[in-house]
């Protein structure tokens, strides 16, 4: 399946020979399907990589990844799923975009193309310079929950770069009840070393929600609610609501969270 969407992609690109040029390592990890294609690239390859009598290993990317960051590519073109995405964000995080063709069992990151093609499409238009910049793309993977729980939660290894085509990037995927343990526990800190007779005002979302919960506070979760000396002393206030706080309040603190 893998080969088969990589392909799809490439073959986007088989065309316009002049305007790419590519890096790979020959062998299953890039150099087979260019090959097959008539692209021409250049090995960078170990012997280890060029083997095709094992299997290939997160430690084949991880090499063959640090030799791109030697050659100073503009983009790393990928095949795979969260797991390959976190692997190369491991070592050259922010430094070069990324962007994968989607090929794994998930794919929550936002660095993924929403289909094969597509990421041939976004190269295509990066070479001809229809968009040159960049954006950030969270790498986000599945953390399987103890206990028995089937839920999943996705869990924030960093923020990637990635290229400027959100038409064809799928959005990242976050869990809409289940929170990062990280989040967690920094609502419970946050809620630890609140200052007193200081008005905290929450918005709404998930998010928020966290801290009021690490208050033991039940808050309205849609609305907005202001909390005074760890106590819930208005919700789902209007905007009036929010002016005659503040004219009785020196000291305010906002509390948002971030949507999209």
Not at 73 to 83: K, Q, T
Not at 122 to 128: E, G, N, T, Y
């Amino acid at each position: 399946m893998s080969t088969e969407r990589a392909r799809r992609a490439l073959k986007q690109l088989s065309d316009f020979p002049d305007e790419l040029l590519f890096y790979a390592a020959d062998g299953e990890m890039g150099g087979v399907l260019l090959k097959e294609l008539g692209i021409e690239y250049v090995n960078i390859g170990d012997q280890l990589i060029n083997s095709r009598f094992r299997m290939t290993a997160a430690s084949d990317t991880i090499s063959l990844v640090r030799k791109m960051e030697e050659v100073n590519v503009d983009v790393i073109l990928f095949a795979g799923g969260d797991g390959t995405a976190r692997d190369i964000f491991s070592v050259i995080e922010n430094r070069i975009p990324i962007l994968g063709i989607p090929c794994g069992v998930k794919m929550r990151s936002g660095v993924f193309a929403k289909y094969p093609e597509g990421a041939g499409d976004i190269i295509l238009d990066l070479a001809k310079g229809s968009i040159t910049d960049v954006v950030t793309g969270e790498i986000l993977d599945v953390l399987e929950l103890s206990g028995g729980s089937h839920e999943r939660a996705s869990t924030f290894y960093g923020v990637a770069r990635t290229i400027n085509s959100r038409v064809r990037l799928q959005s990242p995927k976050l869990n809409g009840t289940v929170h990062d343990s990280g989040l967690s526990a920094l609502a419970a800190e946050f809620a630890e070393y609140m200052k007193a007779d200081r008005l905290y005002l929450f918005g709404p979302g998930g998010t928020t929600n966290l801290f009021l919960d690490a208050l033991g506070v039940s808050g309205s979760r849609l609305g907005i609610d202001a909390v005074y000396n760890g106590k819930l002393i208005a919700q789902n206030l209007t905007e009036v609501d929010i002016l005659q706080l503040l004219t009785k309040f020196t000291l305010v603190t906002l509390i948002l969270g971030v949507i999209g």
